[in-house]
């Protein structure tokens, strides 16, 4: 049986004690706002800013690195591990009895004491499993928190649709919560000037991120490598020649815009679902099509591509059908083609044009074939060809 001094928890759970004394720094990036901005460093990034999965399970990168040692060597006491990563004796010490304490290693009772690692797939489940429990435990508590809430609101208050925000700490951590919630995408302009700095996440699997950059962002210091980095991670960068607003969207549920882009330390807008937060998507929407693709060669040069993808001409050929207004199965006898092929054609259509529906489909479509008309409000819709 393994008794553990009360000091020694004490020590193994001091903040000195997990980092061996270290400070970690990760990369300042110049990017805007929904670049999830933090006033501090984050603890679940190391030093490149990549999360690293035992971080989540509160084992730091120190302990990490102790317990991939004695993972290695079996057994090893202090004096080695204080060898094995170049840390002072008592340093060592301490985080052998930190990561016995989080049930990553046992040790003998021979003095000294010789370490070994508990199997990963013992240690780490158990931890992983206790973690998930304390996150249950938290989640349980959000029905009570609103309905605490609900009780605190007049019955003439509600939530309001549209918030001024002042403070740049309750603004980071309204980004940070953004950024955590985050189910499917993310998108936003990005226009100088940038209104703070802040530090890249990465990207979860799943969620689409895609920005839009004007020629005064590209211009400042850093920017265009800041781009080349998060095309990398994956996010879907495009250019446009003059942006009208700074913004943030998040899962189309929630929108930040500046009131005042030209203002660094202006207020900010804190937009809930409403007819303005579906103009601003319809806003980013129409601008993404028109926009024009970057990415970035293998020498890190910056690479632009045309502004959308050419359609197969088959699908091209179902435009003037749908613009007739006939329905899917007189179509699809208009162009001899199966339900099934129907389908998959506007499907394509609709990854084509960005569009999330038929309507949108149609007006992306009229947007590209009468540009000039459309836009100056004189249509004339008579020339549309109808089979």
């Known amino acids: ?94 985080l052998l009895d930190s990561v016995e304490i989080k049930g990553l290693a046992t040790h003998s009772p021979e003095r000294p004491p010789r370490y070994i690692a508990a199997p990963p797939e013992l240690a780490v489940e158990a931890l992983a499993s206790r973690r998930q429990a304390d996150i249950e435990r938290a989640r349980l508590t959000i029905p009570e928190l609103k309905e605490q809430a609900g009780n605190s609101t007049g019955p003439t208050q509600r939530e309001q649709i549209v918030e001024v925000i002042t403070n740049r700490a309750a603004l980071g951590q309204i980004l940070m919560q953004l950024h955590q919630t985050l189910q499917t995408e993310a998108f936003g302009f990005q226009r100088a000037p940038m209104l703070t700095d802040a530090r890249q996440e990465a990207m979860r699997p799943g969620i689409r991120i895609r920005s839009i950059s004007d020629t005064s962002y590209l211009d400042l210091p850093g920017a265009v490598e800041s781009l080349r980095l998060v095309t990398a991670m994956g996010e879907e960068a495009r250019i446009f020649p003059t942006l009208p607003v700074k913004m943030f969207v998040a899962d189309r549920r929630i929108g930040v ?36 693709p970057i ?13 959308s993808p050419r359609m197969s001409e088959a699908a091209e050929q179902l435009i003037p059908l749908l613009a007739a207004g006939l329905n899917d199965k007189a179509i699809a006898h208009e162009a001899g083609i199966s339900d099934t092929t129907l389908t998959r054609r506007v499907s394509e259509l609709m990854k084509r044009f960005d569009a999330r529906t038929r309507f949108q489909l149609g007006w992306s479509a009229a947007l590209e074939a009468f540009p000039r008309s459309l836009t100056n409000g004189n249509a004339d819709v008579s020339t549309i060809d109808k089979p």
């Open 1 to 94: 049986m393994v008794i553990v001094r009360p000091e020694k928890l004490r020590e193994a759970q001091s903040p000195a004690s997990l980092t061996g004394g270290l400070t970690p720094r990760r990369p300042h990036l110049p990017f805007w706002l929904y670049r999830y901005t933090r006033n501090t460093m984050n603890p679940l990034h190391n030093e490149n800013g990549v999360p690293r999965p035992l971080e989540a399970l509160g084992i730091s990168e120190m302990e990490e690195r102790t317990y991939r040692a004695l993972l290695a060597n079996r057994m090893a006491t202090a004096d080695d591990i204080a060898n094995l990563i170049s840390l002072p004796l008592q340093q060592a010490q301490q």
């Open 295 to 307: 990415g970035f060669s293998r020498s890190g040069e910056l690479e632009m591509g045309t502004a």
């Open 257 to 292: 815009i500046p009131l005042n882009a030209a203002d660094p330390n202006g207020p900010i807008l804190l937009v809930r679902p409403c007819a303005l937060l579906d103009a601003l998507c319809a806003l980013f929407d129409i601008i993404w099509e028109r926009a024009t």
